[in-house]
């Protein structure tokens, strides 16, 4: 599994309708609404480093009110809640 971290600006007068566009994509995972230099962070999880191209290259720079985007390959997870969830069995 490929992750990508994409920072997005958007036009700030349209920013809940960008994420919201970007959230019914295919491939992406999250969106979250930030404070800072870019407006929105986009998590996309796909199975090839082909797939990133379709989803951020193809889909998502074409979004209305995207103006720009920053992607960023993760190259290992360390998050506890990723690796609890990696080796879940689904018992409680």
Do not use: C, Q, W
Request: net charge negative; aromatic share 6%.
């Amino acid at each position: 599994m490929i992750t990508a971290i994409v920072f997005v600006k958007a036009d700030v007068a349209r920013i809940p309708e960008v994420a919201e566009a970007i959230a019914a994509l295919d491939g992406v995972s999250e969106v979250y609404s930030v404070t800072g230099e870019i407006d929105l962070i986009v998590l996309v999880r796909v199975k090839a480093h082909e797939d990133v191209a379709d989803v951020v290259a193809d889909r998502l720079n074409k979004v209305a009110g995207v103006t720009s985007t920053e992607t960023h390959i993760a190259f290992r997870t360390y998050s506890r809640h990723d690796l609890e969830a990696a080796f879940s069995l689904g018992l409680e």
